[in-house]
């Protein structure tokens, strides 16, 4: 009782209009269909899926600019453009940027938007919790760069050595901004995770088994479970950095007795895992695409399944191989290595599948699949050279020089991103309603694969003459500076490619009204999202899709006949849903996920500069949550009865129902 | 199924089944444990990397004063055996013994944290800060990692309570019950870990 009449002041502050005409004050559930305050209240998994991938390309821009800057610096000798303290922000910021804000928001954006269409559910588990993990994340980004105008950005590197990182070596506020930046993007995948594990194992349509799931269903599950359980290790390492710098405790501190392989450990067990977090999505979008324009299944559909799950598991097994020249000793490193050659076993049986995809497919080579094929291409150079990494004492001569770089690149750029790109050109008629270019779209292929290619492969070059990578510049005469130009020409190629991108948005929104419809299954699609109308409706699916195959969706369209030829027997348009929502009972907007998202980062600019503005912010944590708690399971509309005619006299009952309802919500958070 | 995405508990007493058969909140929930098992482990870890590294003390020999922890062990083992008797209680219908129970294992929570704070007070007397030495850091860390999470269970514990006296904790709502003693019974057993990694094994 007396929490919930405490709250009342907190909850005034922010939720804004839209509210005052409603009978249960603040405690009534936004009505907006349209405009900024229906995405800014939304809890519809597609919204938060666009939006998503609008702050990831946002996001794109900036750490592109970063790494802009980072190669003009490099493209002579002696450069003077960034001094050394900026330069070492610089490549901090770009590599938190594309890991933390631009990768995993991007895969969280199409696991967001598809797979609750591909296992024919109408939401995620926890809509409102699916709000807030986006917004947590999209403060924690802002939180992240606003850095910059702060006492400037991060300096230690995006895994963050300590000590190296303590107060002694990096005094600016930068990584504290990193620790608890982090931390709040972390917050935000943790959420994220368990409502997605959740939807993916509780809310399959009738017959969707699991051994029925789309393999970019089966691959963001196994995303989500890496993310439940690596985030927690990252968070103990932040916390423990942040105590460290704010509060003096000495979990870094040498000279106290600390070791400086506990946050390589506790990052590595982390980020090792992290890199399959960020592939593993786009391993599944092209696992989409390739069938579809192939015109066939996919091969091996069971080992696509089992070999992601054995991604999932290896990946914790092999951390140290980012360690083996801190003096692990013979052991230990003969281990990781095996094991890290082990885990190369499940991912060329993937690169096996795809291929045995496309062999004797009908192939039709559009935008996504040049961009699928770019993919594994990509990804196989990328792996090969993890595999030189595994290699102990080759990998002792590549630590920390620009082989790494060249490295991570092509399986994080070559791989993920490719992967991303061709899953907007796949998906963004099923989205929007309109196609993007497919020209316009070939001549952006093309050039991200020259550019990527001309900037990353001279790295492999320059590594092995012996080029340390976060080097601020290099001196004439070491021979690094032929391939360093190459490399800076190349990245303003992949810059002018990403510009030919926005402008093939731009000019297919234009001209969408030209184009035909793309109706519901432009592309002859196989999952259950293309027997949804496009751009999707609101409600997913007029009525629970029940599932019989694998591929339900094409099963429908294509059957054998006495013959036993596959025909077609019914087009799409003929068997498609047609957008009636009458029969869908949606869950309610609600504005609390976004006010709670910014207690966050007032707490954590409270931690850095003052505390008085960490109290504001545990205020609003406390009063969102009691909000959150408190607020009706339903926008009255909706409801059958109204509550208009009861009158509001038992105005107990009625807060209290939704509050006991919703108390199990607050208890997954 | 439209009630299952809503996500409103309950969906599974309303007949609409989920795929597993388990309520999404009782899945989040054992999802959430799994995850808070990886945080634990990394803080215990950190702990017996660096305990006796200590340069200088107070040493952990020195402090910890084995039969009081002992003692508030136990007094937070017992509250996991109110917790199953809240929840059977409440299952049985019987929402007045309920109370008692919710409230008596709100209690023995209270009492653990109590005891975990004169613990630090005790220690921060007898010389060890949280920046005295890499004992400290690591003790004062993990477990007040765990007092935050004991602390949170009771405020669940105390918001069930408070739902209770509007009337709006009956059987079929045992399943909250149930949810929240699963992360209670989970607090217990890693303080049975912290307990003997930290205090019992030298």
Same mark, same amino acid.
């Given at each position: 009782?007396?929490?919930?009449?405490?709250?009342?002041?907190?909850?005034?502050?922010?939720?804004?209009?839209?509210?005052?005409?409603?009978?249960?004050?603040?405690?009534?559930?936004?009505?907006?269909?349209?405009?900024?305050?229906?995405?800014?209240?939304?809890?519809?998994?597609?919204?938060?899926?666009?939006?998503?991938?609008?702050?990831?390309?946002?996001?794109?821009?900036?750490?592109?600019?970063?790494?802009?800057?980072?190669?003009?610096?490099?493209?002579?000798?002696?450069?003077?453009? /960034?001094?050394?303290?900026?330069?070492?922000?610089?490549?901090?910021?770009?590599? *938190?940027?594309?890991?933390?804000?631009?990768?995993?928001?991007?895969?969280?954006?199409?696991?967001?938007?598809?797979?609750?269409?591909?296992?024919?559910?109408?939401?995620?588990?926890?809509?409102?919790?699916?709000?807030?993990?986006?917004?947590?994340?999209?403060?924690?980004?802002?939180?992240?760069?606003?850095?910059?105008?702060? &006492?400037?950005?991060?300096?230690?590197?995006?895994?963050?050595?300590?000590?190296?990182?303590?107060?002694?070596?990096?005094?600016?506020?930068?990584?504290?901004?990193?620790?608890?930046?982090?931390?709040?993007?972390?917050?935000?995948?943790?959420?994220?995770?368990?409502?997605?594990?959740?939807?993916?194992?509780?809310?399959?349509?009738?017959?969707?088994?699991?051994?029925?799931?789309?393999?970019?269903?089966?691959?963001?599950?196994?995303?989500?479970?890496?993310?439940?359980?690596?985030?927690?290790?990252?968070?103990?390492?932040?916390?423990?950095?942040?105590?460290?710098?704010?509060? &003096?405790?000495?979990?870094?501190?040498?000279?106290?007795?600390?070791?400086?392989?506990?946050?390589?450990?506790?990052?590595?067990?982390?980020?090792?895992?992290? *890199?399959?977090?960020?592939? /593993?999505?786009?391993?599944?979008?092209?696992?989409?695409?390739?069938?579809?324009?192939?015109?066939?299944?996919?091969? &091996?559909?069971?080992?696509?399944?089992?070999?992601?799950?054995?991604?999932?598991?290896?990946?914790?097994?092999?951390?140290?191989?980012?360690?083996?020249?801190?003096?692990?000793?013979?052991?230990?490193?003969?281990?990781?290595?095996?094991?890290?050659?082990?885990?190369?076993?499940?991912?060329?049986?993937?690169?096996?599948?795809?291929?045995?995809?496309?062999?004797?497919?009908?192939?039709?080579?559009?935008?996504?699949?040049?961009?699928?094929?770019?993919?594994?291409?990509?990804?196989?150079?990328?792996?090969?050279?993890?595999?030189?990494?595994?290699?102990?004492?080759?990998?002792?001569?590549?630590?920390?020089?620009?082989?790494?770089?060249?490295?991570?690149?092509?399986?994080?750029?070559?791989?993920? /991103?490719?992967?991303?790109?061709?899953?907007?050109?796949?998906?963004?008629?099923?989205?929007?309603?309109?196609?993007?270019?497919?020209?316009?779209?070939?001549?952006?292929?093309?050039?991200?694969?020259?550019?990527?290619?001309?900037?990353?492969?001279?790295?492999?070059?320059?590594?092995?003459?012996?080029?340390?990578?976060?080097?601020?510049?290099?001196?004439?005469?070491?021979?690094?500076?032929?391939?360093?130009? *190459?490399?800076?020409?190349?990245?303003?190629?992949?810059?002018?490619?990403?510009?030919?991108?926005?402008?093939?948005?731009?000019?297919?929104?234009?001209?969408?009204?030209?184009?035909?419809?793309?109706?519901?299954?432009?592309?002859?699609?196989?999952?259950?999202?293309?027997?949804?109308?496009?751009?999707?409706?609101?409600?997913?699916?007029?009525?629970?899709?029940?599932?019989?195959?694998?591929?339900?969706?094409?099963?429908?369209?294509?059957?054998?006949?006495?013959?036993? $030829?596959?025909?077609?027997?019914?087009?799409?348009?003929?068997?498609?849903?047609?957008?009636?929502?009458?029969?869908?009972?949606?869950?309610?907007?609600?504005?609390?996920?976004?006010?709670?998202?910014?207690?966050?980062?007032?707490?954590?600019?409270?931690?850095?500069?003052?505390?008085?503005?960490?109290?504001?912010?545990?205020?609003?944590?406390?009063?969102?949550?009691?909000?959150?708690? /408190?607020?009706?399971?339903?926008?009255?509309?909706?409801?059958?009865?109204?509550?208009?005619?009861?009158?509001?006299?038992?105005?107990?009952?009625?807060?209290?129902?939704?509050?006991?309802? $919703?108390?199990?919500?607050?208890?997954?958070? | 199924?439209?009630?299952?995405?809503?996500?409103?508990?309950?969906?599974?007493?309303?007949?609409?089944?989920?795929?597993?058969?388990?309520?999404?909140?009782?899945?989040?929930?054992?999802?959430?444990?799994?995850?808070?098992?990886?945080?634990?482990?990394?803080?215990?870890?950190?702990?017996?990397?660096?305990?006796? $590294?200590?340069?200088?003390?107070?040493?952990?020999?020195?402090?910890?004063?084995?039969?009081?922890?002992?003692?508030?062990?136990?007094?937070?083992?017992?509250?996991?055996?109110?917790?199953?008797?809240?929840?059977?209680?409440?299952?049985?219908?019987?929402?007045?013994?309920?109370?008692?129970?919710?409230?008596?294992?709100?209690?023995?929570?209270?009492?653990?944290?109590?005891?975990?704070?004169?613990?630090?007070?005790?220690?921060?007397?007898?010389?060890?800060?949280?920046?005295?030495?890499?004992?400290?850091?690591?003790?004062?860390?993990?477990?007040?990692?765990?007092?935050?999470?004991?602390? *949170?269970?009771?405020?669940?514990?105390?918001?069930?309570?408070?739902?209770?006296?509007?009337?709006?904790?009956?059987?079929?709502?045992?399943?909250?019950?149930?949810?929240?003693?699963?992360?209670?019974?989970?607090?217990?057993?890693?303080?049975?870990?912290?307990?003997?990694?930290?205090?019992?094994?030298?």
């Amino acid at each position: 009782m007396a929490i919930i009449e405490r709250s009342s002041d907190i909850l005034a502050l922010p939720p804004g209009a839209g509210v005052a005409r409603a009978p249960m004050g603040v405690f009534s559930r936004p009505r907006a269909k349209t405009g900024w305050r229906s995405w800014v209240s939304t809890v519809d998994h597609k919204k938060i899926g666009i939006m998503y991938g609008a702050s990831s390309l946002f996001f794109f821009v900036i750490g592109g600019i970063e790494a802009l800057a980072i190669r003009a610096q490099l493209a002579a000798p002696g450069q003077k453009l /960034l001094s050394a303290a900026l330069y070492n922000q610089v490549f901090t910021m770009h590599g *938190v940027t594309m890991i933390f804000l631009v990768v995993m928001p991007m895969g969280a954006a199409f696991m967001n938007y598809l797979m609750p269409l591909q296992i024919g559910a109408r939401d995620v588990a926890f809509p409102r919790l699916n709000a807030l993990s986006f917004w947590t994340f999209i403060f924690g980004g802002i939180f992240l760069n606003t850095s910059w105008f702060l &006492g400037g950005g991060a300096d230690g590197g995006w895994f963050a050595y300590a000590p190296n990182t303590g107060v002694i070596f990096s005094p600016s506020h930068g990584m504290d901004f990193y620790a608890i930046g982090l931390q709040i993007t972390g917050i935000a995948s943790l959420v994220g995770g368990v409502n997605l594990v959740v939807t993916v194992l509780n809310m399959r349509a009738p017959g969707m088994t699991m051994m029925k799931l789309p393999v970019f269903t089966w691959m963001s599950l196994v995303t989500q479970v890496l993310l439940i359980f690596a985030v927690p290790v990252i968070s103990v390492a932040l916390f423990l950095l942040t105590f460290d710098r704010l509060f &003096g405790a000495n979990f870094f501190n040498v000279q106290q007795g600390a070791d400086p392989l506990l946050w390589e450990h506790l990052f590595w067990i982390f980020g090792h895992p992290e *890199v399959y977090i960020l592939i /593993l999505p786009a391993f599944g979008i092209v696992s989409e695409i390739i069938p579809v324009f192939s015109r066939k299944p996919i091969f &091996g559909y069971p080992f696509m399944v089992f070999s992601g799950i054995a991604i999932g598991f290896m990946g914790w097994g092999v951390w140290a191989h980012h360690m083996f020249a801190s003096g692990l000793g013979p052991i230990s490193v003969a281990a990781f290595s095996v094991s890290t050659m082990f885990i190369a076993v499940p991912t060329g049986v993937k690169i096996l599948n795809w291929m045995a995809t496309l062999w004797g497919g009908k192939i039709s080579f559009t935008t996504p699949l040049l961009f699928s094929i770019g993919l594994v291409a990509m990804f196989t150079i990328g792996g090969l050279s993890g595999v030189t990494h595994a290699v102990a004492p080759a990998d002792t001569q590549q630590t920390d020089t620009y082989y790494i770089v060249a490295h991570f690149h092509y399986v994080i750029f070559g791989g993920a /991103l490719f992967g991303f790109l061709g899953g907007f050109y796949f998906w963004w008629p099923k989205v929007f309603g309109y196609f993007l270019d497919d020209k316009l779209g070939k001549v952006h292929f093309w050039l991200t694969l020259v550019g990527f290619n001309l900037t990353f492969g001279p790295m492999h070059i320059l590594g092995l003459q012996g080029m340390n990578r976060r080097i601020q510049t290099y001196r004439d005469g070491y021979g690094f500076n032929f391939w360093n130009f *190459v490399s800076t020409i190349g990245a303003f190629i992949i810059a002018l490619s990403v510009l030919i991108f926005f402008v093939n948005i731009a000019r297919s929104k234009r001209g969408a009204h030209l184009q035909s419809a793309p109706g519901p299954d432009p592309w002859d699609g196989r999952s259950l999202e293309w027997s949804v109308p496009s751009p999707t409706p609101e409600h997913n699916f007029d009525d629970d899709p029940v599932v019989v195959h694998f591929d339900d969706w094409w099963h429908r369209k294509y059957q054998a006949d006495e013959t036993g $030829r596959v025909v077609k027997v019914h087009e799409p348009e003929e068997i498609a849903m047609i957008g009636d929502g009458s029969r869908a009972h949606l869950p309610a907007p609600s504005y609390w996920p976004i006010v709670m998202a910014t207690a966050f980062p007032l707490i954590g600019y409270g931690l850095i500069f003052n505390l008085a503005i960490s109290f504001v912010g545990g205020l609003v944590l406390l009063g969102s949550m009691v909000g959150w708690a /408190l607020e009706p399971s339903d926008d009255e509309d909706q409801l059958p009865h109204g509550h208009d005619g009861n009158g509001h006299d038992d105005g107990d009952d009625d807060h209290a129902a939704p509050a006991a309802e $919703r108390e199990e919500v607050t208890v997954g958070d | 199924m439209t009630d299952t995405a809503l996500g409103t508990p309950g969906a599974a007493d309303h007949g609409h089944a989920t795929s597993t058969g388990i309520s999404n909140t009782k899945l989040a929930m054992w999802v959430y444990l799994g995850s808070d098992c990886l945080l634990f482990g990394s803080l215990i870890s950190t702990y017996l990397l660096l305990r006796h $590294r200590s340069v200088g003390g107070p040493t952990p020999e020195e402090l910890f004063d084995i039969p009081f922890t002992s003692v508030s062990t136990f007094v937070l083992l017992m509250s996991s055996l109110t917790m199953v008797l809240a929840v059977s209680s409440l299952m049985r219908g019987d929402v007045r013994l309920n109370r008692i129970w919710l409230g008596t294992t709100a209690m023995l929570g209270a009492v653990f944290i109590g005891g975990q704070v004169y613990e630090f007070t005790t220690f921060y007397r007898e010389g060890l800060g949280y920046t005295t030495n890499i004992f400290g850091s690591a003790f004062y860390t993990l477990t007040a990692f765990h007092g935050v999470h004991v602390s *949170v269970g009771i405020v669940m514990l105390m918001s069930m309570l408070v739902m209770s006296f509007r009337g709006n904790l009956g059987p079929e709502r045992s399943e909250t019950v149930e949810t929240i003693g699963l992360y209670w019974h989970f607090v217990d057993i890693v303080w049975i870990i912290i307990f003997t990694v930290v205090y019992l094994i030298p």
